[in-house]
Structures are given as structure tokens and as C-alpha cells.
């Protein structure tokens, strides 16, 4: 089994935020965190120094390589900055 994890910490939701599927539309300053196993990749998102994650829309996605679960995981922190309720973007979408 192999497997790797992200996170960026500080990056603050654009105007509509981000839209989760356990609480909704989350804003301000995120957490924003993706693990990859397996050919998967999973993305979770935090108010920055909380305890609950929540799952951000459109997670889990196929992503075949760790490698490009490394620029997924930027692609998603790209997407939570621009805001107007993000979800997950496509792999291979590379960032913005």
C-alpha cells in the first residue's frame, strides 16, 4: 500500500468559499488537506486551527500517481482561493 498527504494551512477562501459535503459552505481562513492511497486521492478541508475536517465536494477522486496527487493538492488550495463555493477540481487540471 503505498500513500501520501498534503497540507496548506493559511489560505483563505475566496468571495462564496467552499463548498463541503458535511457543513456547507465554509469561509475565511482554511485548512486544506489531501491524502493519496492507492490511486485515490481524498480531500478534506478545516477552519485553520480547528479540530473538525470536512469533506470537500467532489471527494474522493481517481488520481493514478502520487506525483500528480502532489499538483492535485495545489490545484484544490488554487481552487479554495478563488472562492464562489469550490469544489474539487479535475485531476490534471494543474494549478491556476
Given amino acids: 500500500m503505498s500513500w501520501a498527504s498534503w497540507t496548506t494551512s493559511g489560505v483563505f477562501a475566496g468571495t462564496g ?6 457543513a456547507g459552505i465554509l469561509s475565511g481562513d ?3 488537506h489531501t491524502t493519496w492511497s ?7 478541508v478545516q477552519y485553520s486551527g480547528s479540530t473538525d475536517w470536512f469533506t470537500l ?3 474522493p477522486v481517481p488520481c493514478p500517481s502520487e506525483e500528480e496527487s502532489r499538483t492535485f493538492h495545489q490545484s484544490v488550495v488554487e481552487a479554495v482561493r478563488a472562492g464562489e463555493g469550490a469544489t474539487v477540481p479535475p485531476v490534471g487540471a494543474g494549478p491556476a
Avoid: C, K, M, N
Fill in 17 to 22: 468559499g467552499v463548498r463541503t459535503e458535511e
Fill in 30 to 32: 482554511l485548512t486544506v
Fill in 38 to 44: 492507492d490511486g485515490q486521492a481524498s480531500v478534506a
Fill in 57 to 59: 465536494t467532489g471527494s
